[in-house]
Protein backbone atom coordinates (compact mmCIF):
# COMPACT_ATOMS: atom_id res chain seq x y z
CA UNK A 1 0.00 0.00 0.00
CA UNK A 2 1.39 3.44 -0.96
CA UNK A 3 2.19 6.00 1.81
CA UNK A 4 0.56 8.99 2.10
CA UNK A 5 2.36 12.95 1.73
CA UNK A 6 1.14 12.77 5.94
CA UNK A 7 4.11 9.74 6.36
CA UNK A 8 6.92 11.79 5.84
CA UNK A 9 6.13 13.16 9.78
CA UNK A 10 4.49 10.34 10.78
CA UNK A 11 4.75 11.19 14.44
CA UNK A 12 2.19 14.42 13.60
CA UNK A 13 -0.56 11.84 13.44
CA UNK A 14 -2.18 8.71 15.57
CA UNK A 15 -1.63 5.71 14.12
CA UNK A 16 -4.85 3.04 13.71
CA UNK A 17 -5.25 -0.16 12.96
CA UNK A 18 -6.30 0.15 8.94
CA UNK A 19 -6.11 2.32 6.13
CA UNK A 20 -3.29 4.68 6.12
CA UNK A 21 -0.44 3.86 8.61
CA UNK A 22 -0.46 7.76 9.33
CA UNK A 23 -3.84 8.57 9.64
CA UNK A 24 -7.23 7.42 11.68
CA UNK A 25 -10.76 7.90 10.35
CA UNK A 26 -13.87 9.60 11.86
CA UNK A 27 -17.26 8.69 10.50
CA UNK A 28 -16.34 11.53 7.48
CA UNK A 29 -13.07 10.00 6.90
CA UNK A 30 -11.60 13.46 8.17
CA UNK A 31 -7.69 12.86 9.40
CA UNK A 32 -7.10 14.39 12.37
CA UNK A 33 -3.77 15.36 13.95
CA UNK A 34 -2.51 14.71 17.25
CA UNK A 35 -2.86 16.89 19.66
CA UNK A 36 -2.60 16.89 23.32
CA UNK A 37 -6.37 16.32 23.41
CA UNK A 38 -6.47 13.42 22.15
CA UNK A 39 -2.85 12.07 22.57
CA UNK A 40 -2.97 8.95 24.95
CA UNK A 41 -1.26 9.48 28.04
CA UNK A 42 1.72 6.76 29.36
CA UNK A 43 0.53 3.70 31.17
CA UNK A 44 2.66 1.24 33.30
CA UNK A 45 2.99 -1.02 30.08
CA UNK A 46 4.55 2.06 28.48
CA UNK A 47 7.03 2.29 31.18
CA UNK A 48 7.44 -1.29 31.67
CA UNK A 49 8.80 -1.32 27.78
CA UNK A 50 10.44 1.24 28.26
CA UNK A 51 12.37 0.03 31.21
CA UNK A 52 12.47 -3.88 30.15
CA UNK A 53 11.18 -4.71 33.04
CA UNK A 54 7.89 -6.32 34.11
CA UNK A 55 4.39 -5.42 34.18
CA UNK A 56 3.96 -6.23 37.46
CA UNK A 57 8.04 -5.07 38.88
CA UNK A 58 6.87 -1.64 37.24
CA UNK A 59 3.55 -1.18 39.20
CA UNK A 60 4.69 -2.75 42.64
CA UNK A 61 7.31 0.27 42.12
CA UNK A 62 5.14 3.06 41.88
CA UNK A 63 2.57 1.39 43.76
CA UNK A 64 5.16 0.54 47.14
CA UNK A 65 8.95 0.21 45.96
CA UNK A 66 10.07 -0.35 49.83
CA UNK A 67 10.97 -3.77 48.96
CA UNK A 68 12.29 -3.43 45.30
CA UNK A 69 15.91 -2.51 45.21
CA UNK A 70 16.88 1.15 45.17
CA UNK A 71 18.67 0.40 41.63
CA UNK A 72 15.43 -0.57 40.32
CA UNK A 73 12.94 1.91 41.58
CA UNK A 74 15.25 4.59 40.37
CA UNK A 75 15.21 2.80 36.85
CA UNK A 76 11.60 2.94 36.85
CA UNK A 77 11.08 6.53 38.31
CA UNK A 78 13.37 8.06 35.93
CA UNK A 79 11.47 6.49 32.62
CA UNK A 80 8.07 7.38 34.63
CA UNK A 81 9.70 10.77 34.58
CA UNK A 82 10.85 10.40 30.67
CA UNK A 83 7.87 9.90 29.44
CA UNK A 84 5.84 12.01 31.98
CA UNK A 85 4.04 9.25 33.62
CA UNK A 86 1.30 10.79 36.20
CA UNK A 87 -1.11 8.23 38.07
CA UNK A 88 -4.90 8.88 37.93
CA UNK A 89 -4.95 10.25 41.83
CA UNK A 90 -8.68 10.21 42.13
CA UNK A 91 -8.67 6.47 40.49
CA UNK A 92 -6.13 5.24 42.80
CA UNK A 93 -8.30 6.76 45.82
CA UNK A 94 -11.67 5.27 44.77
CA UNK A 95 -9.24 1.60 44.17
CA UNK A 96 -6.95 1.92 47.70
CA UNK A 97 -8.53 4.76 49.79
CA UNK A 98 -4.63 6.33 49.65
CA UNK A 99 -3.53 9.24 48.02
CA UNK A 100 -0.20 8.55 47.75
CA UNK A 101 0.80 11.72 49.05
CA UNK A 102 2.77 12.79 52.14
CA UNK A 103 2.14 16.36 53.33
CA UNK A 104 4.83 18.53 55.42
CA UNK A 105 3.62 20.97 57.70
CA UNK A 106 5.98 23.71 57.82
CA UNK A 107 5.95 25.49 60.93
CA UNK A 108 7.23 29.35 60.41
CA UNK A 109 10.92 29.63 62.00
CA UNK A 110 12.55 32.69 63.01
CA UNK A 111 16.01 33.48 62.61
CA UNK A 112 16.43 30.01 60.30
CA UNK A 113 18.58 29.52 57.46
CA UNK A 114 17.55 27.56 54.80
CA UNK A 115 15.99 24.95 56.87
CA UNK A 116 12.57 24.57 54.57
CA UNK A 117 14.87 24.16 51.44
CA UNK A 118 16.78 21.23 52.74
CA UNK A 119 13.92 19.61 54.50
CA UNK A 120 12.08 19.41 51.44
CA UNK A 121 15.53 18.52 49.09
CA UNK A 122 15.94 15.44 51.76
CA UNK A 123 12.26 14.52 52.10
CA UNK A 124 12.21 14.80 48.05
CA UNK A 125 15.43 12.61 47.45
CA UNK A 126 14.07 9.51 49.78
CA UNK A 127 10.44 9.55 48.19
CA UNK A 128 12.37 9.50 44.78
CA UNK A 129 11.43 5.98 43.28
CA UNK A 130 8.03 5.39 45.87
CA UNK A 131 4.91 5.77 45.07
CA UNK A 132 4.75 9.18 47.22
CA UNK A 133 4.64 12.70 46.65
CA UNK A 134 5.12 15.81 48.62
CA UNK A 135 2.52 18.52 49.28
CA UNK A 136 3.96 21.53 51.62
CA UNK A 137 1.69 23.80 53.59
CA UNK A 138 3.33 26.58 55.37
CA UNK A 139 1.52 27.43 58.83
CA UNK A 140 1.67 31.67 58.90
CA UNK A 141 2.96 32.80 62.51
CA UNK A 142 -0.55 34.74 62.78
CA UNK A 143 -2.31 31.55 62.31
CA UNK A 144 -3.78 28.84 64.17
CA UNK A 145 -1.55 25.83 64.06
CA UNK A 146 -4.10 23.09 63.98
CA UNK A 147 -5.86 24.46 60.92
CA UNK A 148 -4.01 22.81 58.87
CA UNK A 149 -3.67 19.43 60.19
CA UNK A 150 -7.76 19.50 60.94
CA UNK A 151 -7.96 20.24 56.71
CA UNK A 152 -6.23 17.48 56.16
CA UNK A 153 -7.70 14.95 58.70
CA UNK A 154 -11.12 16.59 57.79
CA UNK A 155 -10.46 15.48 53.93
CA UNK A 156 -8.29 13.43 53.81
CA UNK A 157 -5.86 14.76 51.70
CA UNK A 158 -2.74 13.21 52.50
CA UNK A 159 -2.00 9.57 54.21
CA UNK A 160 0.34 11.22 56.48
CA UNK A 161 1.97 14.35 57.84
CA UNK A 162 5.08 16.05 58.91
CA UNK A 163 4.96 17.97 62.05
CA UNK A 164 8.20 20.75 62.58
CA UNK A 165 8.64 22.69 65.39
CA UNK A 166 6.66 20.36 68.19
CA UNK A 167 5.74 21.63 71.84
CA UNK A 168 5.84 19.83 74.69
CA UNK A 169 2.58 18.90 74.44
CA UNK A 170 1.74 19.67 71.17
CA UNK A 171 -1.94 20.28 70.02
CA UNK A 172 -1.53 19.02 66.76
CA UNK A 173 0.32 15.81 67.64
CA UNK A 174 -2.71 15.38 70.68
CA UNK A 175 -5.24 15.74 67.69
CA UNK A 176 -3.47 13.64 64.86
CA UNK A 177 -3.11 10.58 67.58
CA UNK A 178 -7.02 10.68 68.82
CA UNK A 179 -7.16 10.31 64.80
CA UNK A 180 -5.05 7.52 64.59
CA UNK A 181 -3.36 9.23 61.54
CA UNK A 182 -0.11 8.29 60.63
CA UNK A 183 2.71 11.07 61.03
CA UNK A 184 6.05 12.01 62.19
CA UNK A 185 7.55 15.02 64.19
CA UNK A 186 10.92 16.82 63.61
CA UNK A 187 11.02 17.32 67.41
CA UNK A 188 9.95 15.55 70.66
CA UNK A 189 7.16 16.17 73.01
CA UNK A 190 6.14 15.03 76.17
CA UNK A 191 3.21 12.99 75.44
CA UNK A 192 2.99 9.64 77.50
CA UNK A 193 1.59 7.91 74.78
CA UNK A 194 4.58 7.16 72.33
CA UNK A 195 4.87 8.21 68.75
CA UNK A 196 7.24 8.45 65.67
CA UNK A 197 9.71 11.69 66.00
CA UNK A 198 13.45 12.18 64.96
CA UNK A 199 15.50 15.14 66.56
CA UNK A 200 18.95 16.59 67.02
CA UNK A 201 20.42 15.45 70.38
CA UNK A 202 20.67 18.54 71.44
CA UNK A 203 21.74 17.35 74.71
CA UNK A 204 24.96 15.93 73.46
CA UNK A 205 25.31 18.70 71.65
CA UNK A 206 25.80 20.97 74.25
CA UNK A 207 28.03 18.13 76.54
CA UNK A 208 30.43 18.31 73.64
CA UNK A 209 30.36 21.94 73.74
CA UNK A 210 30.87 22.24 77.34
CA UNK A 211 33.79 20.09 77.06
CA UNK A 212 35.49 21.64 74.24
CA UNK A 213 34.95 25.14 75.99
CA UNK A 214 36.43 24.20 79.15
CA UNK A 215 39.84 22.58 77.57
CA UNK A 216 40.13 25.82 75.87
CA UNK A 217 40.35 27.76 79.57
CA UNK A 218 36.51 29.18 79.53
CA UNK A 219 35.47 29.56 83.17
CA UNK A 220 32.10 31.95 82.47
CA UNK A 221 29.60 30.52 79.93
CA UNK A 222 26.52 31.37 78.58
CA UNK A 223 23.86 29.90 76.74
CA UNK A 224 21.89 31.81 74.17
CA UNK A 225 18.79 29.67 73.21
CA UNK A 226 15.57 31.48 72.82
CA UNK A 227 12.62 29.85 74.57
CA UNK A 228 10.52 29.73 71.59
CA UNK A 229 7.67 26.78 73.59
CA UNK A 230 8.88 23.87 71.94
CA UNK A 231 10.30 21.13 73.33
CA UNK A 232 14.31 21.43 71.87
CA UNK A 233 14.39 24.36 75.07
CA UNK A 234 13.46 22.30 77.86
CA UNK A 235 15.86 19.62 77.01
CA UNK A 236 18.89 21.66 75.66
CA UNK A 237 18.25 24.14 78.67
CA UNK A 238 18.41 21.02 81.04
CA UNK A 239 21.18 19.43 79.53
CA UNK A 240 23.17 22.70 80.08
CA UNK A 241 23.14 23.08 83.38
CA UNK A 242 23.61 19.01 84.24
CA UNK A 243 26.82 19.82 82.01
CA UNK A 244 28.34 22.17 83.73
CA UNK A 245 27.68 20.95 87.26
CA UNK A 246 29.73 17.62 86.13
CA UNK A 247 32.19 19.85 85.74
CA UNK A 248 32.15 22.57 88.52
CA UNK A 249 31.55 25.34 86.52
CA UNK A 250 28.94 28.33 86.39
CA UNK A 251 26.86 29.83 83.76
CA UNK A 252 23.53 31.28 82.90
CA UNK A 253 20.79 30.57 80.48
CA UNK A 254 19.81 33.76 78.20
CA UNK A 255 16.19 33.55 79.01
CA UNK A 256 15.36 37.47 78.33
CA UNK A 257 12.10 37.50 76.66
CA UNK A 258 12.68 38.11 72.41
CA UNK A 259 16.20 39.02 72.46
CA UNK A 260 16.44 36.68 69.77
CA UNK A 261 13.32 37.54 67.54
CA UNK A 262 15.21 39.35 65.16
CA UNK A 263 18.78 39.90 64.05
CA UNK A 264 18.27 43.92 65.11
CA UNK A 265 17.34 42.39 68.77
CA UNK A 266 20.25 39.55 68.59
CA UNK A 267 23.08 42.29 67.70
CA UNK A 268 21.15 44.42 70.81
CA UNK A 269 21.75 41.66 72.87
CA UNK A 270 25.14 41.24 71.90
CA UNK A 271 26.05 44.98 72.98
CA UNK A 272 24.72 44.40 76.31
CA UNK A 273 26.65 41.27 76.81
CA UNK A 274 29.83 43.33 75.84
CA UNK A 275 28.97 46.50 78.33
CA UNK A 276 28.89 44.10 81.40
CA UNK A 277 31.73 43.91 83.67
CA UNK A 278 31.92 39.92 84.59
CA UNK A 279 32.05 38.93 80.88
CA UNK A 280 31.16 35.47 79.55
CA UNK A 281 34.16 34.00 77.73
CA UNK A 282 32.28 30.99 76.44
CA UNK A 283 28.80 31.28 74.70
CA UNK A 284 27.03 28.09 73.27
CA UNK A 285 24.45 29.10 70.54
CA UNK A 286 21.18 27.05 69.03
CA UNK A 287 20.92 29.55 65.86
CA UNK A 288 23.50 30.52 63.47
CA UNK A 289 21.60 34.14 62.41
CA UNK A 290 21.15 34.66 65.79
CA UNK A 291 24.75 33.73 66.58
CA UNK A 292 26.17 36.31 63.71
CA UNK A 293 23.97 39.07 64.93
CA UNK A 294 25.30 38.41 68.29
CA UNK A 295 29.17 38.06 67.45
CA UNK A 296 28.46 41.47 65.75
CA UNK A 297 27.10 43.01 68.59
CA UNK A 298 29.89 41.89 70.89
CA UNK A 299 32.27 43.26 68.16
CA UNK A 300 30.38 46.85 68.17
CA UNK A 301 31.50 47.12 71.76
CA UNK A 302 34.99 45.94 70.99
CA UNK A 303 35.26 42.21 72.26
CA UNK A 304 37.17 39.87 69.91
CA UNK A 305 35.95 36.84 69.04
CA UNK A 306 39.02 34.11 69.63
CA UNK A 307 40.56 36.31 72.10
CA UNK A 308 38.07 37.56 74.51
CA UNK A 309 35.66 35.09 74.23
CA UNK A 310 34.62 31.44 72.23
CA UNK A 311 31.31 30.87 70.72
CA UNK A 312 30.45 27.42 69.39
CA UNK A 313 27.30 26.98 67.78
CA UNK A 314 24.77 24.57 66.13
CA UNK A 315 25.64 24.36 62.48
CA UNK A 316 23.17 23.81 59.56
CA UNK A 317 24.79 25.37 56.46
CA UNK A 318 28.17 26.56 55.69
CA UNK A 319 27.72 30.19 56.61
CA UNK A 320 29.59 30.86 59.86
CA UNK A 321 32.61 28.96 58.91
CA UNK A 322 32.64 30.82 55.70
CA UNK A 323 32.52 34.17 57.42
CA UNK A 324 34.72 33.23 60.77
CA UNK A 325 36.89 30.02 59.22
CA UNK A 326 38.23 29.71 62.94
CA UNK A 327 34.75 29.01 64.93
CA UNK A 328 34.04 25.98 66.40
CA UNK A 329 30.24 24.47 65.40
CA UNK A 330 28.55 21.23 66.09
CA UNK A 331 26.85 20.14 62.87
CA UNK A 332 23.25 19.22 61.69
CA UNK A 333 22.58 17.87 58.28
CA UNK A 334 19.06 18.65 57.39
CA UNK A 335 18.67 17.17 54.08
CA UNK A 336 19.32 14.05 56.10
CA UNK A 337 16.83 14.74 58.99
CA UNK A 338 14.55 15.27 55.90
CA UNK A 339 15.06 11.76 54.37
CA UNK A 340 15.14 10.18 57.82
CA UNK A 341 11.76 11.89 58.52
CA UNK A 342 10.16 10.49 55.24
CA UNK A 343 11.57 7.33 55.84
CA UNK A 344 10.14 7.28 59.68
CA UNK A 345 6.39 8.20 58.02
CA UNK A 346 6.88 5.68 55.16
CA UNK A 347 7.72 2.87 57.83
CA UNK A 348 4.28 3.95 59.86
CA UNK A 349 2.34 3.78 56.97
CA UNK A 350 3.69 0.25 56.25
CA UNK A 351 2.27 -1.06 59.91
CA UNK A 352 5.69 -0.87 61.86
CA UNK A 353 5.32 -0.09 65.48
CA UNK A 354 6.01 3.10 66.47
CA UNK A 355 8.48 2.49 69.08
CA UNK A 356 11.07 1.51 66.29
CA UNK A 357 10.45 4.97 64.36
CA UNK A 358 11.75 7.35 67.00
CA UNK A 359 15.45 8.06 66.16
CA UNK A 360 17.81 11.15 67.59
CA UNK A 361 20.54 12.71 65.03
CA UNK A 362 23.91 12.62 66.65
CA UNK A 363 26.15 16.12 66.02
CA UNK A 364 29.07 16.09 64.29
CA UNK A 365 31.56 18.14 66.27
CA UNK A 366 33.53 20.32 63.90
CA UNK A 367 36.42 21.62 65.52
CA UNK A 368 38.76 24.78 63.53
CA UNK A 369 40.07 26.59 66.36
CA UNK A 370 42.89 24.50 67.12
CA UNK A 371 45.30 26.49 64.75
Known amino acids: MAQCNNCIDATRFVVVLSGCPCTTYTQSNRVEPVTEANKKPP ?48 GVRLRTGQTNVLTLVQSPAKNTIDYTRQMIEGIGA ?35 LILTH ?5 PRVQ ?11 HGRTEFYAPHPFHDFHVERFVEVAVERLQLRGRTRFLLVAEDDGTTNFAKISGSFHRSLGRHGLTGEVATDTGILVST ?17 DAIISNN ?10 MGDKGMTFGADYELICRQTTDLLPLLYPA ?4 AEDLVETGGELARLLIARLGGAPVQSLQTL ?3 KAQWRSDG
Not at 73 to 85: D, M, Q, T
Not at 175 to 185: E, G, I, K, S, W
Not at 264 to 280: K, N, P, W
Request: include cysteine; aromatic fraction near 6%.
Open 166 to 170: TSARD
Open 43 to 90: TLKTIAELTGLSLSTVSLSLRDGSRLKKETREKIARAAEEVGYVPNRA
Open 175 to 185: MLMDADFPFVC
Open 288 to 297: ELATLALMGG
Open 327 to 330: IDTV
Open 361 to 363: CEP
Open 126 to 160: HLRGTKFHLNVIPDLADADPETSVRYVLKNRTADG
Open 264 to 280: ETARAFGQRLASQSHRY
